[in-house]
C-alpha cells in the first residue's frame, strides 16, 4: 500500500493512473488520464496540496468537491450517483468512508472503498479494479441495513447507482452511437457543453441504438490522434449512460462521464439484509486516439480464460439461402457444396421446430418439426460430420409467438401487463424466462438438443424490445427487465456448464445486445442483420472500438443484398467479410462456377490470415476525404499487417495523395503486395501508381519509414472496390 499521511493512493498499468485521496469523507478521484510515474512523497504531496478548488462567489463557503460517490451533501450539483428513498423520505444521502483497502502491483491493482450513509440505513462498497490492459473496472454495491425499528418493515426503493468519474477541462468533444435495424453502431459526435447529455436505454436491452461506448476527449480526437476517455456498461438491460459539465465543474476536474443500469420504478426495493450489485462498468484513456481505446479493450478481452482460443472456423449459415424452406436435399446440396469451398462450420437458422414455417408460429416450441423433418435433423447433421464440418443451430429462446403450444399451455408465462397484452412485434412476445418453470423449460429442451444432435454452435437470437416488461403478480404487476436480464445471464451460464464445448453467438436482430455483459458468456456477436458491404464496412469499423475481430460475424452475401437490395461486387463483399470472424449467408447452390472459384480462394485466404486477423492489433487511417477508407491489422511485433484500401464513392480529387499505413514500425523494411484472391478492385484511372503496379506483379520492397511516415499513393478506384494489401517485414 502506497499512501502518504493524507492518505493517498496511486494505481499504474499499461500507461494509464488513477491516483485516489482517501483522506476525504467519501474518497475521490484526483487523477485518472497519462501515467504521473511512481510518484514520490513530494509528488504526492503536491497533488494533495492541489486537490482543494477555488471557493467562487455566490457559491458555497467550502471547496467544491467530487467523491467516488458524489451526492448534494458535498456541494455536487449535478446528478447523483446514488438516489432512493424509504417510503418517500430520506432522499438526501451522506455516504462517510468506513473502511478502505488497496492492492497494488506493477500491473494495476485495485481499491476496495466501504461507505455508511447517516441519512438511510444502507452500506455501499466502491471497488475499483486497473487491469494489466489499462482498464478501470468499477462495480458498486448497496447493501440495506437493519435499524431495528419500525421503518424496517419499508423496503427501502433504490432508484439510482452510477459510476462516475471526474475529467479534465481539455475534454471537449464527446462521441457516442446511435443507429437503427441494418444501420447499427452511427457514430454521433458533438461538443461538450454544460450540462448533461444523457442517453437512456428503455428497451429491455441495449437496442439497435445502444451508446455502445461514450467517449470523451480533446478537440479533433481521430482514430490514431488526440486523447479520449472512454466508459462503457457491461449489462445487457436498460441502462444510463451520462456525460456531464457544469459551469462549476466537479472538484478541480472539470467534466464527469460514466454511468450504469437504468433502474425502473419499483425494481429493486431493499428490504434488511438484501443488496443490490449494480452492473459493471468500464472506463478507460488513451493518447493515442480511438485505435488506442480500442487497444485498451481488445486486450483485456483476448487475456479472458474463456476467450475463444481455437481458429475461429468459417461459416455458412442458411438463413438467407433457405429462409424458412427446410427442403432436405436442398439443404444436403448446399452442405455439400459448402464443404468443397472449405467451410468449416454450418449453422441451420430458423424455421426447423415446431409449426414454424414462417414468423408467424411455433415460436417457442423448441421441438424438431415433424413434418419439415420427419427423420430428426440427423441426416442433415450426419451429412455436415461426414464432410469433417461443425454444426450450429438456431434460437430465440426469450421469445414466443402467441400461434404456438407454449403460449396455449402457458399464458402465465408472458412478460407482460395483468390487464393484457400490448402490440406484437415482429408476431412476437416476451417470455417471462424469469419465470421458474419457463426457466427450466428452456434449459432442459436446449440442452436435450445440443446432447442428442452434439450441437457445437448456438445463433441465440432477441428480436424484439420488451415493452411493458413486467411480471404478473396477484398483489400487482411488478418491472422486470432486471430480473429477465439475470435470467439470461443464469440461463447461458447454465447452458455452458452442461456443455463446455458449446459456443454461442449473441445476436439481437443483427446488433441490438452487443454489451461485455453479455459477451462475458458468448462466442462471438451478430453485429447487423445487413450484408451489404458498404453499410457493413462502417459497422465493423465502429464495432472493433469496443470488440476484436475474432468476436464479431461477418458473412458474404449474395449479390444483391438482402436488406438494402443494393448490387455489390464479389470482392468488395469478400474483402468486408474478411476482417471478422468471417462467413457465408448465400445461396451457393446458385452460384456460378466463378463465383464458387472466388469463394473457395478467399476462404483459402481467410484460413492463412486468420491468425494474423484474430491476434494483431485493428488499425484505423483518418482521412480527410469520408469517400475512402483504410483499414486494416497488425501483428503485435509489426512483422506483418493487411489493409483493406476502401472506396465509397466517388471523390472531387482524382488522387488519393501519400497515405499513411497505421502500425507499420518505421525501422523496419517491407514486402508489400496485392493479394489477388479477392480481385484487384476496379480502377478508375489506366494505371498506376508505379510502386502499386509493382506489388501487384507479385511485390515490392519499401521502407518502412515511407510506409508509416511519408506514406504511399494509393489508386484511385471506382465506387464501392477494395483491395488488399499484404505487408510483410523482410
Not at 461506448?213 to 445487457?236: D, P, Q, Y
Not at 427442403?327 to 468443397?340: E, F, N, P, S, T
Request: charged letters at 20%.
Amino acid at each position: 500500500m502506497t499512501t502518504t499521511p493524507n492518505q493517498i493512493v496511486q494505481l499504474r498499468a499499461a500507461g494509464v493512473c488513477v491516483v485516489y485521496d482517501l483522506g476525504a469523507p467519501a474518497a475521490r478521484v484526483l487523477h485518472w488520464g497519462p501515467d504521473l510515474g511512481p510518484l514520490d512523497q513530494a509528488g504526492l504531496t503536491s497533488l494533495s496540496r492541489t486537490q482543494d478548488a477555488a471557493v467562487l462567489n455566490n457559491a458555497p463557503d467550502t471547496p467544491r468537491t467530487f467523491s467516488l460517490l458524489p451526492t448534494e451533501y458535498e456541494t455536487w450539483a449535478g446528478t447523483p450517483a446514488l438516489a432512493g428513498h424509504l417510503a418517500g423520505t430520506r432522499t438526501t444521502p451522506r455516504p462517510r468512508m468506513t473502511d478502505h483497502s488497496v492492492e497494488t502491483g506493477a500491473d494495476g491493482g485495485s481499491l476496495t472503498v466501504v461507505l455508511r450513509d447517516s441519512v438511510a440505513p444502507l452500506e455501499i462498497e466502491v471497488f475499483h479494479r486497473l487491469t494489466a490492459a489499462g482498464l478501470l473496472e468499477t462495480y458498486l454495491t448497496v447493501r440495506r441495513l437493519a435499524e431495528g425499528t419500525a421503518a424496517d418493515a419499508i423496503p427501502y426503493d433504490l432508484t439510482s447507482v452510477l459510476s462516475l468519474l471526474p475529467l479534465p477541462g481539455r475534454t471537449n468533444e464527446i462521441l457516442d452511437f446511435s443507429g437503427k435495424w441494418g444501420r447499427e453502431r452511427e457514430p454521433q459526435r458533438r461538443p461538450l457543453v454544460d450540462g448533461t447529455q444523457s442517453r437512456q436505454v428503455r428497451r429491455g436491452k441495449p437496442g439497435h441504438d445502444s451508446p455502445y461506448l461514450m467517449l470523451a476527449g480533446t478537440r479533433g480526437f481521430g482514430f490514431r490522434n488526440g486523447e479520449v476517455w472512454a466508459s462503457h456498461v457491461a449489462w445487457s438491460g436498460n441502462q444510463h449512460w451520462i456525460a456531464e459539465r457544469l459551469p462549476e465543474g466537479a472538484g478541480v476536474l472539470r467534466t464527469v462521464l460514466g454511468g450504469g443500469e437504468l433502474l425502473g420504478p419499483g425494481e429493486v426495493r431493499l428490504r434488511p439484509g438484501e443488496r443490490y450489485e449494480a452492473p459493471r462498468v468500464i472506463h478507460t484513456w488513451s493518447d493515442a486516439g480511438m485505435d488506442g481505446i480500442a487497444d485498451r479493450f481488445h486486450t483485456a478481452l483476448r487475456a479472458r480464460a474463456r476467450h475463444p482460443s481455437s481458429p475461429r472456423p468459417l461459416v455458412l449459415n442458411t438463413w438467407e439461402a433457405a429462409y424458412f424452406d427446410h427442403d432436405l436435399d436442398r439443404l444436403l446440396d448446399l452442405a455439400d457444396r459448402a464443404a468443397q469451398i472449405g467451410v468449416e462450420r454450418v449453422v441451420l437458422d430458423d424455421g426447423w421446430f415446431g409449426a414454424r414455417r414462417d414468423a408467424t408460429a411455433g415460436l417457442g416450441d423448441w421441438t424438431v418439426s415433424a413434418g419439415a423433418w420427419p427423420d430428426g435433423l440427423h441426416p442433415f447433421v450426419d451429412r455436415i460430420r461426414r464432410h469433417g464440418m461443425q454444426f450450429g443451430l438456431w434460437f430465440e429462446p426469450e421469445m414466443v409467438n402467441l400461434d404456438s403450444d407454449l403460449a396455449r399451455a402457458h399464458p402465465d408465462w408472458l412478460l407482460a401487463p395483468s390487464a393484457g397484452l400490448g402490440p406484437s412485434a415482429r408476431n412476437q412476445y416476451v417470455l417471462n424466462i424469469a419465470h421458474p418453470h419457463a426457466w427450466s423449460y428452456l434449459y432442459e429442451r436446449i440442452s436435450a438438443l445440443v446432447a442428442e444432435y452434439g450441437i457445437d454452435f448456438i445463433k441465440w437470437d432477441h428480436n424484439r424490445d420488451l415493452l411493458e416488461a413486467v411480471w404478473r403478480h396477484p398483489d400487482g404487476d411488478r418491472p422486470a427487465v432486471r430480473d429477465q436480464t439475470l435470467a439470461l445471464y443464469r440461463l447461458i451460464d447454465a447452458l455452458r456448464k452442461e456443455h463446455p464445448a458449446l459456443e454461442i453467438e449473441s445476436c439481437s436482430g443483427g446488433g441490438g445486445r452487443m454489451d461485455l455483459g453479455i459477451i462475458e458468456r458468448t462466442d462471438r456477436v451478430w453485429p447487423s442483420d445487413c450484408n451489404d458491404p458498404v453499410e457493413r464496412q462502417a459497422i465493423q469499423q465502429w464495432t472493433s472500438l469496443l470488440l476484436p475481430p475474432e468476436l464479431v460475424a461477418s458473412h458474404v452475401g449474395a449479390p444483391e443484398s438482402h436488406t438494402t437490395h443494393r448490387v455489390a461486387a464479389t470482392g468488395f463483399r469478400l474483402v468486408t467479410s474478411l476482417f471478422a470472424h468471417a462467413g457465408i449467408e448465400w445461396d451457393l447452390t446458385r452460384c456460378t462456377t466463378e463465383e464458387l472459384r472466388a469463394l473457395r480462394d478467399w476462404a483459402t485466404l481467410y484460413r492463412e490470415v486468420r491468425d494474423l486477423i484474430h491476434g494483431g492489433r485493428s488499425v484505423h487511417a483518418d482521412l480527410d476525404d469520408p469517400a475512402v477508407a483504410l483499414h486494416g491489422v497488425v501483428a503485435p511485433d509489426s512483422s506483418r499487417a493487411l489493409y483493406a484500401w476502401v472506396r465509397y464513392a466517388t471523390s472531387g480529387a482524382g488522387q488519393s495523395g501519400r497515405v499513411q499505413l497505421p502500425g507499420i514500425e518505421p525501422a523496419g523494411t517491407y514486402r508489400v503486395r496485392v493479394r489477388h484472391e479477392i480481385g484487384a478492385g476496379s480502377r478508375h484511372q489506366s494505371a498506376g501508381p508505379g510502386w502499386f503496379e509493382a506489388a501487384y506483379a507479385g511485390g515490392v520492397i519499401l521502407s518502412g519509414a515511407v510506409l508509416a511516415i511519408a506514406g504511399v499513393p494509393l489508386p484511385t478506384l471506382n465506387p464501392e472496390q477494395a483491395i488488399l494489401l499484404d505487408v510483410q517485414r523482410t
